[in-house]
């Protein structure tokens, strides 16, 4: 069973920094492609940044230059550093497994994206 559990969400002060993690279990997490994605009521989820099984980033424009992904495989855990938080960083930000994942045990892919519970970030002014 896959399980992504995200923490580290809270509400900070705008120019502020969070870290959030996310663990992962039931796949083999060093050879998925992970990413963080965030939404705000009445929005579609949108990619905050990604990470592929080879170290390959990816991010969003707005979070370019602020926000750094990160994983240890050792721990399977994957990270969002969110550095000078501004107000239009609210959301409730999901940790994802993407399509293609091994299962545990190696037998057979994922079809789908996982999801985690999600993490709120509240940033005010």
């Known amino acids: 069973q896959v399980q992504l559990v995200e923490s580290g969400g809270a509400s900070v002060q705008a120019g502020g920094s969070l870290k959030l993690s996310c663990v992962a279990s039931g796949l083999i997490f060093s050879w998925c ?3 963080w994605y965030r939404q705000t009521p009445g929005k579609e989820r949108e990619l905050v940044s990604s990470m592929n ?3 390959t980033t990816r991010y969003g424009d707005s979070v370019k230059g602020r926000f750094t992904i990160s994983r240890d495989n050792a721990k399977n ?4 550093r969110m550095n000078n938080l501004t107000t ?3 959301a409730v930000y999901y940790c994802a ?3 293609g994942c ?3 045990g ?3 892919r994922s079809g789908t994206r996982y999801w985690g519970q999600g993490t709120q970030v509240t940033v005010s002014s």
């Open 33 to 35: 492609g992970m990413g």
């Open 53 to 55: 099984s080879d170290g």
């Open 77 to 80: 855990t994957l990270y969002l």
């Open 88 to 90: 239009e960083d609210t």
């Open 97 to 99: 497994a993407e399509a």
């Open 102 to 104: 091994w299962f545990l």
């Open 106 to 108: 190696g037998l057979a």
